[in-house]
């Protein structure tokens, strides 16, 4: 047995989890192997340790990153694993009057930010057009309010119209594989397309941050290495990587669960592609035992930010010497900070890491198994230094 899967198998929350020894064992070498800016080090967004926080959690709400469609619920794509309805639930504004009314009443909820999209044409293009002048109209008066865009796919000029409108983030997805962009996306546009707007929007001033979407081949992983190899080419600002949850794909074309080994093996090859980039995981993944397994070779991966982690990461991290933090945090501050490419080192709530550890160990002594955490090396926050100080 590897010392990576003894660790893993220290960590209660995980006994039971069915990971792969041999991949675990060629993580624990490539990741060795690694040298960068971003290796070592990882952030968990979190709502379950609140009560650990050293500062008060304020603004911590459903309104704190609300997303807003310009088109409402309506998309001409209706893509298989989606079918517009991750629009439905969004706050319309589909009018530049109807948007600078809606941002004012979301800050004055109390917002932080917004995501902002829309329904794609037919050529997977988001007619944001109308919208740039209020756009830069709402940077102007409310500089502190951020602006996440997603942008579908550009040329150079609406690249650079982005651009001047002011917005803090752009995001894309990537997608590598022709099939996958015509059976999935029903798009009659090619593999160079995204890779053109990846391009147009790392030539410009703005904060980029692309999207992998993990099993998007209707649960297969087919064109996730080519994305991979575009954002080499064109380095972003962060890379987050989604496990596709298809909850409204069609009867006749059903999605395959995407196996947790394969996608812990493109956590390393993403890893090891982008030393000096910030990979985090999003909020979107299978639940339960799957999601214990994706999660946990995420964190054997190394990568930057885990949104949601499932029980015992924060631990497992800790066992294995990473630089730890830990965001309490609800789900919409969690998807803020993942688009804005955790952007400063004190980005998002701090906690104080020694006292979750001081309280598990607590926690495992008066267990029969005894298993405490002790000896086990702390990365404090700057908090919690500044409080022993």
């Not at 899967?5 to 220290?10: A, C, F, H, P, S």
């Not at 006994?15 to 060629?26: G, T, W």
């Amino acid at each position: 047995m590897t010392e990576w899967l003894r660790i893993v198998e220290r960590v209660e929350a995980l006994e039971d989890l069915d990971l792969d020894p041999d991949l675990v064992e060629r993580m624990q070498r490539r990741y060795g192997a690694l040298s960068g800016e971003r290796v070592g080090t990882i952030n968990f967004y979190t709502p379950t340790f609140k009560a650990f926080s050293t500062s008060e959690i304020a603004g911590c709400g459903k309104n704190a990153w609300p997303a807003v469609s310009i088109t409402g619920g309506e998309c001409k794509l209706a893509c298989d694993h989606c079918k517009a309805k991750i629009l439905e639930p969004m706050i319309p504004a589909r009018t530049p009057e109807a948007l600078w009314r809606v941002v004012n009443e979301a800050i004055a909820a109390g917002a932080r930010g917004m995501l902002l999209t829309g329904g794609s044409n037919h050529r997977n293009e988001v007619e944001y057009g109308p919208f740039y002048p209020v756009i830069r109209r709402i940077k102007d008066t409310f500089p502190g309010f951020k602006i996440a865009m997603h942008t579908a796919l550009v040329d150079r000029d609406i690249a650079r119209r982005m651009e001047d409108s002011g917005i803090d983030a752009a995001m894309m997805d990537v997608i590598g594989a022709q099939d996958t962009i015509r059976q999935v996306y029903h798009l009659r546009r090619g593999v160079e397309d995204f890779e053109a707007s990846l391009a147009c929007l790392t030539e410009t001033s703005l904060k980029v941050v692309p999207h992998i979407v993990i099993g998007l081949h209707y649960g297969r992983l087919l064109g996730e290495w080519n994305a991979l190899e575009m954002l080499k080419r064109h380095t972003p600002d962060a890379v987050v990587l989604v496990v596709v949850m298809p909850f409204y794909a069609p009867a006749h074309r059903p999605f395959a669960t995407p196996d947790p080994r394969e996608v812990g093996a493109f956590f390393m090859d993403a890893r090891e592609a982008l030393p000096d980039t910030p990979l985090l995981l999003g909020c979107a993944r299978p639940a339960g035992r799957l999601k214990a397994e994706i999660d946990t070779y995420a964190v054997l991966a190394g990568l930057n930010g885990i949104a949601h982690p499932s029980d015992g990461m924060v631990e497992l991290a800790v066992r294995l010497g990473r630089g730890v933090r830990v965001t309490p945090t609800c789900c919409s501050i969690a998807v803020g900070d993942e688009v804005l490419a955790l952007e400063e080192e004190t980005v998002g709530l701090q906690v104080d890491v020694e006292r979750i550890i001081e309280h598990e160990r607590r926690r495992r002594e008066r267990a029969p198994t005894g298993r405490g955490l002790a000896g086990i090396k702390v990365v404090a926050t700057a908090a919690a230094v500044e409080k022993r100080a």
